[in-house]
């Protein structure tokens, strides 16, 4: 049974299947292959070869009278130009000081009143700007989920306690 697409039994209407130049080249796959050139004998006739030139697997031993390859020099850069001293920058600007620590300068006194650390709490579960009354302390919970970030004005880097009679984020050793 032959295929249908090279078929000429139309089991469906007369009307083309596949459309345009696709059309086309399906015909042309149908057509019957051109017949191969044949010998006095009635044999195929071998096909042309090509010449193929050796290809080396190895690559030549180096000779032990050669030396061995040198690189360049290394270039060296020109020196840049001296220009002025960067200008002095005020406290608390450009890079933190080499004594830089992660942590609140002075406690950020909240306005809740407070006697003893316990009486204090974060504001909110993860990253607590503020620390403020227990009764509106909003602390984690085991379901809560917290980024990976650490910020240094949070409950992250600083204690939430009672400082001078109100809650307040302290940095530590104050």
Same mark, same amino acid.
């Given at each position: &049974? $032959? ?7 139309? %089991? ?18 149908? @057509? ?11 044999? =195929? ?18 000779? @032990?009278?050669? =030396? !061995? ?8 850069? %020109? ?7 960067? !200008? ?59 980024? &990976?970030? #650490? ?7 600083? *204690?939430?306690?009672? #400082?001078?009679? *109100? ?6 050793? $104050?």
């Amino acid at each position: &049974m $032959s295929s249908w697409a090279c078929s000429s039994e139309r %089991p469906y209407p007369a009307r083309p299947l596949v459309p345009g130049p696709l059309a086309l080249l399906l015909a042309l796959g149908c @057509a019957a292959p051109a017949p191969l050139p044949e010998t006095a004998g009635g044999t =195929p006739a071998p096909l042309p070869t090509v010449p193929v030139a050796p290809v080396a697997t190895a690559p030549p031993e180096p000779s @032990a009278a050669a =030396p !061995p390859p040198t690189l360049p020099a290394r270039a060296t850069l %020109p020196e840049p130009p001296e220009s002025e001293p960067p !200008p002095e920058l005020p406290p608390g600007a450009g890079s933190p000081p080499l004594g830089f620590r992660c942590q609140l300068r002075t406690p950020a006194v909240s306005e809740d009143p407070c006697r003893t650390d316990a009486d204090c709490g974060p504001s909110a579960p993860c990253h607590a700007p503020a620390c403020v009354a227990r009764d509106k302390s909003r602390p984690p919970t085991p379901d809560t989920r917290c980024t &990976m970030s #650490y910020e240094c004005h949070t409950a992250d880097a600083n *204690r939430c306690g009672c #400082y001078q009679g *109100r809650c307040a984020l302290v940095p530590p050793g $104050s």
